[in-house]
């Protein structure tokens, strides 16, 4: 079992940054990659970001490429996404996940995804 915990979330301006985590714990040992996803109210969950934790191959949804970064520390079991130009529409609980081995990295796809984060919540005020 792989168990990820999200942390780091709050409420920022428009145009304010934020740095989320996710600690992932249990056999880590046999993950290839880690990815975060993004749901609004009312809205489907949406692939944001995916980083591999040997090589730190990165992927990026369109809408946030060049304002997030996804990171991973590969001694502490972390992966951060730190959010730059923080947008209302960028407001959502945010989910760490992770695949079983045999999943393409950066798949964008959340069904693909077997472990799951209890999520954190942002918030961007205009």
């Known amino acids: 079992q792989v168990q990820p915990v999200e942390s780091g979330g709050g409420l920022v301006q428009a145009g304010g940054s934020l740095r989320i985590s996710c600690i992932v714990s249990?056999?880590?040992?046999?993950?290839?990659?880690t990815a975060w996803f993004r749901q609004a109210p009312g809205k489907e969950r949406d692939f944001v970001a995916a980083?591999?934790?040997?090589?730190?191959?990165?992927f990026y949804a369109d809408s946030v490429k060049g304002r997030f970064t996804i990171s991973r520390v590969r001694s502490d079991n972390t992966v951060y996404l730190q959010m730059n130009n923080l947008k209302p529409e960028d407001t959502a609980v945010y989910f760490c996940?992770?695949?079983?081995?045999?999943?393409?990295?950066?798949?964008?796809?959340?069904?693909?995804?077997?472990?799951w984060g209890q999520g954190t919540p942002v918030t961007v005020s205009s």
């Open positions: 980083i591999t934790w040997l090589g730190g191959q990165t």
């Open positions: 996940a992770a695949p079983d081995a045999g999943v393409v990295a950066g798949s964008p796809y959340s069904d693909e995804y077997n472990y």
């Open positions: 249990g056999r880590t040992f046999s993950l290839y990659s």
